[in-house]
């Protein structure tokens, strides 16, 4: 790659939403290093497009500050600068447990990815990111602001990551650029690994119920990111950014 190649570090990018920024940074002309607690498909998205630019991949738990230390340090020394953060790894609710079930070492396993893995990202990234005056852009959750019984900790660590942002961009303001994406309903069961890939079983009501009168892509959240990264976006930052089709701007009662 040129030296002059912008680089992105994009967590959880294997799979899923991730998977797709991944693609779309790359098609873009960036640099991408993947990092992923899945080895099998982290090679797997990695080896796939291998032809569409320099992207390589890393076996990290992003809950760990060692390993987010190391996998900053493998970004530089396989690129050579870094211009763009992703934080998009996390864990996906734990269930319908209610909270008088919930064991606090579950809890704190959902806070330690989601939540407190983008801020060691970030702490990180940052001198590196300032250099450049690159951005960062996080992956939160429309379930930071609307609720299904019994998901505190998954609401939790999401609503921490849309505060987190807007912490962020005061403090790394105005060298690094931060802002968050909440996405909706994205499918993306077939853009798993290929071990677990199936196409999606969707009905007419889950396209129809949406304002936008369909369910998301990780295209969707792909090209918000993109935007976010550009220099087009250079007057945002601190900012929430949804992505759901208009969902959370409905109203829905029982009739």
């Keep these: 790659m040129a ?3 912008r680089v992105a570090l ?3 990018g294997a799979q899923g939403i991730g998977k797709g920024i991944t693609q779309r940074l790359l098609d873009d002309g960036m640099a991408v290093m993947i990092a992923d607690t899945d080895a099998e498909a982290g090679q797997e998205t990695a080896a796939e497009y291998a032809s569409s630019g320099a992207v390589q991949f890393v076996q990290a738990d992003i809950s760990d500050e060692a390993a987010v230390q190391a996998t900053v340090q493998q970004t530089l020394a396989a690129f050579g600068r870094l211009d763009a953060l992703v934080n998009n790894a996390g864990l996906a609710d734990p269930g319908s447990t209610p909270i008088e079930q919930l064991e606090l070492a579950d809890w704190n396993r959902v806070i330690a990815t989601n939540l407190t893995g ?3 990202c970030a702490k990180y990234a940052a001198p590196h990111l300032r250099r450049q005056r690159g951005a960062i ?14 998901t505190e900790a998954y609401v939790a660590s999401k609503g921490g ?5 807007h912490a962020l961009a005061i403090s790394m303001g105005p060298e690094v650029r931060v802002n968050v994406i909440s996405p909706g309903w994205i499918v993306v069961s077939d853009w798993q690994k290929a071990a677990t890939r199936s196409t999606p079983d969707l009905r007419p009501i889950d396209h129809t119920q949406h304002p936008a009168g369909r369910a998301g892509q990780p295209s969707d959240v792909a090209a918000m990111v993109a935007f976010l990264l550009s220099e087009q976006a250079g007057f945002i930052t601190g900012q929430n950014i949804m992505i759901d089709g208009g969902m959370t701007r409905k109203m829905i009662y029982a009739e």
């Design 137 to 150: 852009v996080n992956i939160a959750s429309t379930r930071a602001f609307q609720s299904e019984p019994h």
């Design 118 to 120: 983008a801020f060691v």
């Design 3 to 5: 030296r002059s190649q």
């Design 161 to 165: 990551i849309v505060a987190l942002t």
């Design 10 to 12: 994009v967590t959880g």
